[in-house]
C-alpha cells in the first residue's frame, strides 16, 4: 500500500504526467502499467518471503502453493488498489503517503488478527474488520500454513479479495480518470 501510494503522486510532483498525458497514451494504459509494475515488485519480495520462511527459516507449510500464489495475487491487487487510490486522489506524496499509513497500513495490521486475536476485539472493531482485506488474508494464511488448503475456504477468500479488488480499482479508475482527463 505504502509503495503503491506514491506511483502516481510521483508522477504529478515531477511534472512527468503531463508528459505523459501529452504522449498517445490513454489513462487506462497509464493505470494498467503503474498496477504491473507494483505487481511484479511485489510478487518478487513475496517470492523471497517464502524462500525465507521455506527454505532458511524452515516454517511447516502443509498447503497448496499454487493456491497460495493465487490467493496472495488477489490480495497484493487489493493493496495495490487502495495504495494507487490514494495517489490518484492526492497528487501529492505526502498526503497520499499519510493516507496510506494511517487508513491502509495501521489498522489492518493491528486489526488483522495477526497481532492481536479478533475475538477479544470490541464487536465494533470485528465488524469494522469484514471490510479489510488483510483479515481475510491473515486468516487464509495461517490456514494454508498450519492446516493445508481448505478448498471451500480458499474459494471464499479468493471471491472477497476479487470484490475487494474490483472496488479499489473502481476507486483507482474514479479519481485517477477524473485528474488524468483534466
Known amino acids: 500500500i505504502l509503495f503503491a ?3 502516481i503522486a510521483r508522477e504529478w510532483e515531477n511534472n512527468n504526467m503531463e508528459l505523459l498525458l501529452a504522449t498517445d497514451v490513454m489513462p487506462f494504459q497509464i ?7 507494483c505487481y511484479l515488485v511485489a510478487i518478487i519480495s513475496w517470492l ?3 524462500f525465507f520462511a521455506l527454505l532458511v527459516f524452515q516454517v511447516p507449510f502443509r ?12 490480495y497484493i491487487l487489493c493493496t495495490l488498489g487502495i495504495g494507487l487510490g490514494f495517489s490518484a486522489r492526492y497528487r501529492k506524496q505526502f498526503p497520499a503517503i ?5 487508513l491502509g497500513s495501521l489498522p489492518p495490521i493491528f486489526l488483522s488478527g495477526a497481532i492481536f486475536p479478533i475475538i477479544s476485539m470490541y464487536p ?11 483479515t ?5 494464511l495461517k490456514s494454508e500454513f498450519l492446516a493445508g488448503t481448505h478448498w471451500e475456504y480458499a474459494v471464499f477468500v479468493a471471491g472477497v479479495l476479487t470484490l475487494f479488488a474490483v472496488i479499489n480499482f473502481c476507486f483507482v479508475w474514479h479519481f485517477s480518470s477524473g485528474s488524468l482527463d483534466e
Request: charged letters at 5%; glycine letters at 2%; aromatic letters at 22%.
Open 5 to 7: 501510494s506514491l506511483v
Open 31 to 37: 493505470i494498467a502499467a503503474k498496477y504491473i509494475v
Open 48 to 50: 523471497i518471503d517464502l
Open 63 to 74: 498447503g497448496n502453493v499454487v493456491v497460495l500464489f493465487f490467493v496472495t495475487s488477489l
Open 98 to 102: 499519510l493516507s496510506a499509513t494511517s
Open 124 to 134: 465494533i472493531f470485528q465488524w469494522l474488520l469484514q471490510f479489510y482485506p488483510v
Open 136 to 140: 481475510y488474508f491473515v486468516v487464509f
